[in-house]
């Protein structure tokens, strides 16, 4: 019993650092708990994003409330429940897909692809023009998108559903650049539109998950938990960041479980499969390949720009 508390408390700390980096670039951290489950707990393939997926809409609710009452409000509702038309009938098909897929490497390795170039063009994101929060949610209007860029928005929301259902990761690995690059959100916008549209996403895949008996409640609670204090310091960090950094957080952040996912360090320095720190090693190696080049050629662009001025 004291061992197992004892682990209840680690891992509400851990989800303590999880929320508060998640709420604020607007994913629901199971990037990082469901390679925590697999790896350090042992929980399967079906029972680690089920699990993850609570923790989620734990974040989700806590997140969207602390948005909710900022001033200004940086949540577009309409927005929000736009996209979760799709995300929530993708969140069930992901579920689904799980529960009958044996190897679902096939679609890692498609969904880390299709993620990447997102996240480079995050990293290289620059600055259009100065503005506050207020300022930036006063211009946006959803009537100026195109029927074409709804559609593809629609579409990104159904995939993040889907990301969700079948991976746990709350969808907002693929929401917040749906919100932010095709539906033109102020960046500190998507990220709360993000949490509020996350609500609905994880909601259905956990109502799903628990249906069919895949949630670890031990676990569960335990991160939600800390998952809950994270998401209020994140949603207040995330106000004293400007757009473009966030942006770019988001980006480096999103590399690794991209990397992860589709366990390139594994097939690279373990192919085997029989050393877990050889693969994690891995990732973190070409982890920093992408990111390092990336950081040197911003900081090039910085001194350039400083010596011109």
Do not use: C
Request: hydrophobic fraction near 55%; charge should be positive.
């Amino acid at each position: 019993m004291q061992e197992m508390l004892m682990d209840a408390v680690l891992i509400a700390i851990y989800a303590i650092g999880v929320g508060t980096i998640s709420s604020m670039v607007g994913i629901g951290g199971g990037i990082f708990n469901t390679p925590l489950l697999m790896i350090v707990f042992l929980l399967s393939e079906q029972f680690a994003p089920a699990t993850a997926l609570v923790a989620a809409l734990f974040l989700a609710v806590a997140s969207s409330i602390a948005y909710w009452r900022q001033d200004p409000r940086p949540i577009i509702p309409k927005v929000g429940l736009f996209l979760a038309i799709t995300t929530v009938p993708g969140s069930l098909i992901g579920v689904t897909l799980r529960t009958m897929i044996q190897s679902p490497y096939v679609l890692r390795l498609i969904f880390g692809l299709a993620l990447m170039p997102v996240a480079i063009r995050m990293l290289f994101a620059v600055r259009r023009e100065k503005g506050d929060i207020a300022s930036e949610l006063a211009r946006y209007s959803m009537s100026d998108l195109t029927d074409k860029k709804l559609a593809i928005s629609l579409f990104g929301g159904f995939i993040g559903g889907v990301s969700a259902g079948l991976l746990g990761i709350g969808g907002g690995a693929v929401v917040v650049p749906v919100l932010a690059v095709l539906m033109g959100l102020p960046m500190h916008a998507a990220v709360a539109t993000s949490m509020f549209t996350m609500m609905f996403t994880a909601s259905a895949g956990t109502a799903m998950n628990y249906i069919q008996g895949y949630i670890n409640p031990y676990y569960a609670i335990a991160l939600g938990v800390g998952m809950l204090v994270g998401a209020q310091f994140g949603s207040r960090f995330a106000t004293r960041v400007d757009s473009v950094q966030l942006k770019r957080i988001f980006g480096v952040i999103l590399v690794f479980p991209l990397v992860r996912m589709m366990r390139l360090g594994q097939m690279w320095l373990d192919p085997l499969g029989t050393s877990v720190l050889m693969s994690t090693i891995g990732d973190i190696v070409i982890w920093l390949i992408v990111v390092v080049p990336i950081g040197l050629f911003r900081l090039y662009q910085i001194r350039k720009n400083r010596l011109e001025n």
